[in-house]
């Protein structure tokens, strides 16, 4: 009686271990949408007049990196550039010793992830430094992600002697949906209006 | 020999009578779920209320994902005791915010979860004996839970996966569908908390639970 019992009790264990849920696949791809921005805070934009952008999309896979002008970067890059101007930005050419200068890059990254079914350390701890001896335990699995980055670099401070740019504003936009055109416009709003910092006019 | 098979038929005639006389003292006997230790196995359907700091800085919205299934020896006293298995998962979706640190500012849906899978020993005590068709009792349980804390910052997650101590108070009580029946409901009212800490959560989980269940029982 006793074997059955215990029968049922692995049972249960394997049969409640074995769904798994994905909590946010009912997300529409505009509510998937992360927009994540970052500045730095001893900047004060109000001194900045004209901005540059660079002609390419700047792609980004893994560890290769190159530039590229499909229809999709042009979107973005005439997205932006509205967007900026409504701020009250003018828009010069390189040439013209623009205070700022804004790249766009593409990036995808390929993981390969490991999953392990989670053990707390006591028992490890409590054998004296022990380890768990079960590898079968881990799986693997790979994603990829392609995300936007926007990143708005100061020309007008360039440190001459370090021959740097600092990056004063980066904005990432992830989720799904990054690739469909009629987001462009809210995508880039998004990421400028939670930014108000930007704003010089 | 005449006197012997006189006797035997006499006895022939006595013993159907003689065995029909005890018969009724067999079903005045106790019940075998009051003479041995007895096995039941109960399943349960759960809703479950957050409380405490679990509800105020992360998710405030019950849950009626929850199920569990338990085995417990029956004693010959007033206790049984046995273990339970079960899983519970707690979500919520939170319309888009603004989510500030520092230098950096993140707008997105957000959706809270946590699942858990404890497994738990308990003891109950039960107020009435077995024979009774409703039976209350109080249970203490103590265990570990396999838990699960994901944040989606839309379809970004920020995870963290532990075993972590739980225990759990409870009320409720068994109603036997038949006197001496195998079958039966369960109504169980417990407080469960896990200890946990992690971003949002400061101070652990802890939920009001109401299961309803069937048992079955056995010996």
Not at chain 1, 85 to 101: I, L, M
Not at chain 2, 3 to 21: R, S, T
Not at chain 2, 159 to 166: A, F, L, M, N, W
Request: glycine share 6%.
């Amino acid at each position: 009686m006793l074997k059955k019992a215990s029968f049922l009790i692995i049972f249960a264990a394997i049969w409640l271990t074995s769904c798994t849920k994905d909590p946010v696949n009912d997300l529409t791809d505009l509510d998937s949408q992360v927009f994540i921005t970052n500045f730095d805070k001893s900047v004060n934009f109000k001194q900045f007049k004209t901005f540059s952008i660079a002609d390419s999309v700047i792609v980004v896979q893994d560890d290769r990196s190159g530039t590229a002008l499909t229809d999709l970067d042009r979107q973005m890059l005439s997205s932006v550039i509205a967007k900026m101007q409504s701020q009250g930005y003018t828009c010069v050419a390189a040439s013209n010793k623009p205070d700022v200068g804004i790249t766009i890059a593409r990036i995808t990254n390929t993981y390969l992830n490991v999953a392990s079914t989670p053990y707390s350390s006591y028992y490890g701890g409590f054998y004296g430094g022990y380890g768990y001896g079960y590898p079968s335990y881990y799986s693997y699995y790979e994603t990829s992600e392609s995300y936007w980055s926007v990143s708005m670099l100061d020309l007008k401070n360039a440190n001459a002697t370090t021959k740097t740019l600092n990056v004063i504003w980066n904005a990432q936009i992830r989720g799904s949906g990054l690739a469909n055109t009629d987001y462009f416009s809210e995508m880039i709003n998004s990421v400028f209006d939670q930014s108000a910092y930007l704003k010089i006019n | 020999m005449k006197k012997l098979i006189i006797a035997a038929f006499l006895l022939a005639g006595f013993a159907p009578a003689f065995a029909q006389e005890q018969a009724p003292k067999l079903y005045t006997l106790p019940s075998p779920y009051d003479r041995y230790t007895t096995y039941l196995v109960t399943a349960r359907l759960t809703g479950a209320v957050p409380i405490g700091s679990f509800k105020n800085d992360y998710i405030d919205k019950a849950s009626f994902e929850n199920y569990s299934i338990s085995l417990e020896w029956v004693l010959q006293n007033s206790f049984s005791i046995g273990g339970e298995i079960g899983y519970s998962y707690f979500k919520q979706r939170l319309p888009r915010a603004l989510y500030t640190s520092g230098d950096q500012t993140i707008s997105a849906i957000q959706t809270r979860t946590v699942s858990q899978y404890p497994i738990q020993a308990f003891v109950n005590y039960h107020f009435l004996p077995k024979s009774s068709a409703i039976q209350p009792y109080v249970q203490l349980s103590a265990g570990g839970s396999i838990l699960d804390y994901t944040v989606y910052y839309g379809s970004l997650a920020d995870q963290r996966q532990k075993i972590r101590p739980t225990y759990g108070v409870g009320v409720g009580s068994k109603f036997l569908f038949k006197k001496d029946g195998s079958f039966g409901a369960d109504v169980r009212v417990k407080y469960a908390a896990t200890s946990f800490k992690y971003d949002y959560l400061t101070s652990g989980i802890s939920s009001l639970n109401t299961s309803i269940g069937l048992f079955y029982r056995w010996w």
